[in-house]
């Protein structure tokens, strides 16, 4: 397989500092390995970490509600 463009656009991304050196890193790191097996880890992550986001932000919204209907009380 010819991954020559890929690679280059990942490598350029991984070098360029306006890119988090959290990012930069996983790109470094991913870059070595197997695109496939890196595409599906990353999926997982996403999936995990899209969870976790969706629980902060409805725990968050419910705190507001909260805080809303016991401003109406008053």
């Given at each position: 397989?010819?991954?020559d463009y890929d690679e280059e656009v990942t490598r350029a991304a991984a070098d360029d500092q306006?890119?988090?050196k959290f990012t930069r890193?996983?790109?470094r790191a991913a870059i070595k390995r197997?695109?496939?097996d890196v595409a599906n880890?990353?999926?997982v992550l996403a999936d995990m970490f899209s969870d976790r986001a969706d629980r902060l932000l409805e725990e968050r919204?419910?705190?507001s509600?909260?805080?809303l209907?016991?401003?109406d009380d008053k």
């Open positions: 397989m010819n991954y306006s890119t988090s890193d996983i790109i197997d695109p496939v880890e990353l999926q919204l419910r705190g509600v909260s805080r209907q016991g401003d």
